[in-house]
């Protein structure tokens, strides 16, 4: 007989988070904010894009943000400068956010009267596909100098997002970067995906972004 247990933890740590992740969603539902959850390598132009998407849609919506970092306030301070609602959290160590943790930044932020919440999740392409933060939507951004192969070595992320903005377009003539092999590596995982080809500096392709995020912040809170 063997002189140990084997404790099976890990798929009971992932089920009771999707539980409250459904939870959550739920009470997001009743209080008619849309929660966005995004995703990606860090040096990628999350913050940028955020940046991008507040000013496309502030005058339309209240927006609230929360920064989500393993330590530093860099992004909450840089957003806060758009006069928008914004919270920092800090992870203590932890490479993602779950429902749980979600839940808290919520809270913290305040989201009565929030018509879409932005959580920029930590930068990671690995921990943060493996939990479900209680979104009504997911999203990630893969930008043109991290290269095309990233589906092939990150497959859980794409096939867990509704949508994948591709940033950076402007800097395309400098990589070696294929559009159309993203588009056909991604939809072999996620047949329902939406690719965006973006640039949050210039604002190529934010408009269709936003135009996304219109749609879909009526339908949850609906007004569709």
């Known amino acids: 007989m063997d002189a140990y247990k084997v404790l099976a933890i890990k798929q009971s740590v992932f089920d009771d988070n999707d539980q409250q992740a459904d939870l959550l969603r739920a009470e997001l539902k009743k209080e008619q904010t849309f929660l966005l959850n995004l995703m990606s390598s860090p040096g990628s132009g999350k913050t940028t894009t955020v940046l991008r998407t507040i000013e496309a849609l502030k005058d339309e919506m209240t927006i609230g943000i929360i920064e989500a970092d393993i330590d530093s306030d860099v992004d909450a301070r840089t957003v806060a400068g758009t006069d928008t609602k914004v919270i920092q959290l800090h992870t203590g160590g932890m490479c993602h956010l779950d429902a749980d943790m979600t839940r ?3 809270r913290g932020l305040g989201i009565e009267g929030v018509d879409f919440a932005i959580l920029e999740n930590v930068g990671n392409l690995v921990c943060p596909a493996e939990f ?3 979104a009504s939507k997911n999203a ?3 930008s043109v100098p991290e290269g095309d192969d990233k589906p092939l ?4 992320m794409f096939s867990i997002v509704d949508v994948l903005l591709i940033n950076k377009i402007d800097a395309v003539d400098y990589f070696d970067f294929d559009f159309e092999a993203v588009k056909e590596r991604v939809t072999k995982l996620n047949p329902g995906i939406k690719v965006i080809p973006i640039s949050a500096k210039t604002g190529a392709g934010i408009n269709e972004w936003a135009d ?9 809170n609906g007004n569709q």
């Open 212 to 220: 996304w995020l219109r749609s879909e912040v009526r339908s949850w």
């Open 132 to 134: 479900d933060t209680g």
């Open 153 to 156: 070595k990150y497959p859980l």
């Open 104 to 106: 808290q930044g919520l």
């Open 140 to 142: 990630m951004i893969l």
